[in-house]
């Protein structure tokens, strides 16, 4: 090739956009993930203590599901604020699984099919993050039951629209949902329990000095979410709110 | 001391490989662990048989040539050492050990315990270096260099580039052999004027080869050098900020 010194002919040529382009490496999917991730957990800590609102009474929780359709007050049309909330979210939801998904094709490539014939004593991984696949996997799953059963109403037959306070109490009375609720937030605790030190370490958020607050951190968020959600079904089952 | 060693062995890049076993009797406490594969590959020689085929050179921990899967430990159950530096003192007597070649797609066996490791070339060439004019030597101490970014630089640039921290991580991720090799450059004044470029090529490089990185930690145990996953953090970093630049000089035409 020969080099004229036009800049034209030393610029590669970009075949996507830059966005695309960025996408396409496994570093910046990671920073990808991370980002989306963020917004999940933001979204999964309101909700929590949104839901908080169950334990003062059935106004207060109905008044809450009210006003979340009311977000923006009069500045913008009823649950338009809601929605594009909704896409947000969605959004970072297929994102975040669309990076996991091609990473851990590529990784199973990389990996390759000869595998150590001594099983693997992992030093430093620990179980959170060696089934961050799995247990992705079951908050996916989980994720849309729970919208089937208390957004929806499709699988649970006592369901009224609007009513949050008899909806949660309908759904969580049923034993079998209950305890699927308790197995999918345990597993939804493991996956933050990595996700939240992980993501620092994918976008460089990397300082030896509050290095170790990134550990603790994700152990505190993970026990109020797991805590906090978990309190919703057994508290139901004992009666403690009927 | 005598042991039973099980050892892959593959007559090739292509050829199928299997275990055999292998009883080295009589080794001394005070052998390493490549002197001890040294002895049983002389009585293999003498009784008519092919030798373990492994990779070595300076058997002091500073060139990264020797490395094998010892009992499932990138160079042996022993934290910040290589394969050479690993003795038979930390086993014991009639001890059975499993010697496995590195493992990964982009870094495919050669022949016995040998792997192909170019593509750890590659991902120096890419980008590793720093281009200098030709001349006169320029006086020592010229460019004042921060303690603290010699001290980091210096704790990257120890890595030795053999490949243990693909090997352990369960991904075959290259991040932290490519980081550190990174975090050596690019925290040097000498390494600025191509910083951004230099992480761009050699991440996409990287990337060509090996898995991606996540966050196990399993790389740093395993380093016979003890280089921080911090390194890797370093780097996830000045590669999105490099893709901004590189977003911005594509304007600058």
Same mark, same amino acid.
């Given at each position: 090739?020969?080099?004229?010194?036009?800049?034209?002919?030393?610029?590669? #040529?970009?075949?996507?956009?830059?966005?695309?382009?960025?996408?396409?490496? $496994?570093?910046?999917?990671?920073?990808? @993930?991370?980002?989306?991730?963020?917004?999940?957990?933001?979204?999964?800590? #309101?909700?929590?203590?949104?839901? @908080?609102?169950?334990?003062?009474?059935?106004?207060?929780?109905?008044h809450?599901?009210?006003?979340l359709?009311?977000?923006?007050?009069?500045?913008?049309? *009823?649950?338009?604020?809601?929605w594009?909330?909704?896409?947000?979210?969605?959004?970072?939801?297929?994102?975040?699984?669309?990076?996991?998904?091609?990473?851990?094709?590529?990784?199973?490539?990389?990996?390759?099919?000869?595998?150590? $014939?001594?099983?693997?004593?992992?030093?430093?991984?620990?179980?959170?993050?060696?089934?961050m696949?799995?247990?992705?996997?079951?908050?996916l799953?989980?994720?849309l039951?729970?919208?089937?059963?208390?957004?929806?109403?499709?699988?649970?037959?006592?369901?009224?629209?609007? $009513?949050?306070?008899?909806?949660m109490?309908?759904?969580?009375?049923?034993?079998?949902?209950?305890?699927?609720?308790?197995?999918?937030?345990l597993?939804l605790?493991?996956?933050?329990l990595?996700?939240?030190?992980?993501?620092?370490?994918?976008?460089?958020?990397?300082?030896?000095?509050?290095n170790?607050?990134?550990?603790?951190?994700?152990?505190?968020?993970?026990?109020?979410?797991?805590?906090?959600?978990?309190?919703?079904?057994?508290?139901?089952?004992?009666?403690?709110?009927? | 001391?005598?042991?039973?060693?099980?050892?892959?062995?593959?007559?090739?890049?292509?050829?199928p490989?299997e275990?055999?076993?292998?009883?080295?009797?009589?080794i001394?406490?005070e052998?390493?662990?490549?002197e001890?594969? $040294?002895?049983?590959?002389?009585?293999i020689?003498?009784?008519?048989?092919?030798?373990?085929?492994?990779?070595?050179d300076?058997?002091?921990?500073?060139?990264?040539?020797?490395?094998?899967?010892?009992?499932?430990?990138?160079?042996?159950?022993?934290?910040?050492?290589?394969?050479?530096?690993?003795?038979?003192r930390?086993?014991?007597?009639?001890?059975?050990?499993?010697?496995?070649?590195?493992?990964a797609?982009g870094m495919?066996?050669?022949?016995?315990?040998?792997?192909?490791?170019?593509?750890?070339?590659?991902?120096?060439?890419?980008?590793?270096?720093?281009?200098?004019?030709?001349?006169?030597?320029?006086?020592?101490?010229?460019?004042?260099?921060?303690k603290?970014?010699?001290?980091?630089? @210096?704790d990257?640039?120890?890595?030795i580039?053999?490949?243990?921290?693909?090997?352990?991580?369960?991904?075959?991720?290259?991040q932290?052999?490519?980081?550190?090799?990174?975090?050596?450059?690019?925290?040097?004044?000498?390494?600025?004027?191509?910083?951004y470029?230099?992480?761009?090529?050699?991440?996409? *490089? @990287?990337e060509?080869?090996?898995?991606?990185?996540t966050?196990?930690?399993?790389?740093?145990e395993?380093?016979?050098?003890?280089?921080?996953?911090?390194?890797i953090?370093?780097?996830?970093?000045?590669?999105?900020?490099?893709?901004?630049?590189?977003?911005?000089?594509?304007?600058?035409?």
């Amino acid at each position: 090739m020969t080099t004229t010194g036009r800049r034209e002919d030393t610029k590669p #040529a970009r075949k996507l956009p830059w966005i695309l382009e960025l996408y396409r490496s $496994d570093v910046a999917k990671k920073w990808i @993930m991370a980002i989306s991730g963020v917004i999940l957990l933001g979204y999964i800590a #309101a909700h929590m203590m949104g839901n @908080m609102k169950i334990y003062f009474g059935p106004e207060e929780i109905n008044h809450y599901g009210e006003a979340l359709r009311e977000l923006g007050g009069d500045l913008v049309p *009823k649950t338009h604020l809601l929605w594009i909330m909704r896409i947000g979210l969605t959004a970072a939801f297929a994102i975040h699984i669309h990076a996991a998904y091609s990473l851990t094709r590529k990784n199973l490539q990389a990996r390759g099919r000869v595998r150590y $014939d001594v099983p693997r004593e992992y030093l430093a991984a620990n179980y959170a993050s060696r089934t961050m696949r799995w247990s992705g996997v079951i908050v996916l799953f989980f994720v849309l039951f729970h919208l089937a059963d208390l957004t929806w109403g499709t699988t649970n037959p006592d369901f009224i629209r609007g $009513d949050v306070y008899n909806n949660m109490i309908a759904s969580f009375e049923r034993v079998p949902v209950a305890i699927l609720y308790i197995v999918a937030n345990l597993a939804l605790g493991l996956h933050i329990l990595h996700g939240v030190w992980s993501l620092f370490q994918s976008i460089g958020a990397n300082n030896r000095v509050y290095n170790k607050w990134r550990r603790y951190l994700a152990w505190g968020f993970t026990a109020v979410i797991v805590v906090g959600n978990l309190s919703f079904p057994i508290a139901i089952q004992l009666g403690i709110i009927s | 001391m005598d042991l039973t060693l099980k050892v892959w062995r593959q007559n090739g890049p292509d050829k199928p490989g299997e275990f055999k076993e292998y009883e080295a009797k009589g080794i001394s406490e005070e052998a390493s662990f490549l002197e001890m594969l $040294d002895i049983v590959n002389e009585r293999i020689v003498e009784s008519g048989g092919v030798p373990i085929e492994f990779d070595h050179d300076c058997r002091e921990g500073i060139c990264g040539t020797c490395g094998v899967m010892i009992n499932g430990h990138p160079h042996g159950n022993q934290k910040g050492t290589a394969t050479c530096q690993l003795h038979m003192r930390k086993f014991n007597d009639g001890d059975r050990i499993v010697i496995e070649p590195w493992r990964a797609t982009g870094m495919p066996v050669v022949q016995d315990l040998i792997v192909d490791r170019s593509a750890l070339d590659r991902i120096i060439e890419a980008g590793g270096y720093i281009s200098v004019d030709t001349g006169g030597t320029p006086d020592a101490n010229l460019i004042p260099v921060p303690k603290e970014a010699a001290d980091a630089s @210096m704790d990257a640039a120890a890595c030795i580039g053999c490949a243990a921290c693909i090997a352990a991580c369960p991904n075959s991720a290259g991040q932290l052999f490519t980081a550190a090799k990174l975090a050596h450059l690019n925290l040097l004044p000498q390494g600025q004027p191509e910083r951004y470029d230099r992480t761009i090529a050699m991440v996409e *490089k @990287m990337e060509e080869f090996f898995g991606s990185c996540t966050n196990h930690g399993e790389c740093e145990e395993a380093c016979p050098k003890s280089i921080s996953i911090n390194n890797i953090a370093f780097m996830n970093r000045d590669y999105l900020v490099a893709k901004f630049k590189d977003r911005r000089k594509a304007g600058q035409t």
